[in-house]
């Protein structure tokens, strides 16, 4: 859990993710489009993979993949960050972190 804490204060938006994985591929796309440039860390490239899925799970990610953290606090997968989009919130979380034009 250590080594997710770490990455995920790495940066103003972390989502970890799977090379493989097409909601992650969404998810990263959806960013890129609100102009926010997230460190993106796949956990299937690191020999810990395993055990950083199961910290994610034990930190309350609904799925392991794509955990989405913004401001070092965990937001949540795909249903959480698309439910903060449909909304609107997500973009207001986003603005701090949005490249400028």
Do not use: W
């Amino acid at each position: 859990m250590e080594k997710v804490m770490g990455l995920a204060s790495e940066k103003g938006v972390v989502i970890f993710s799977k090379s493989s994985c097409c909601m992650c591929y969404a998810v990263k796309i959806l960013f890129q489009g609100i102009g926010v440039d997230p460190l993106v860390y796949e956990i299937d490239q690191d020999p810990e993979g395993r055990e950083m899925e199961r910290a994610l799970m034990r930190m309350g990610c609904t799925a392991p993949v794509p955990a989405v953290f913004i401001g070092g606090k965990l937001i949540g997968s795909t249903n959480e960050i698309m439910s903060l989009h449909l909304s609107g919130t997500l973009i207001q979380m986003l603005k701090p972190y949005q490249a400028l034009s």
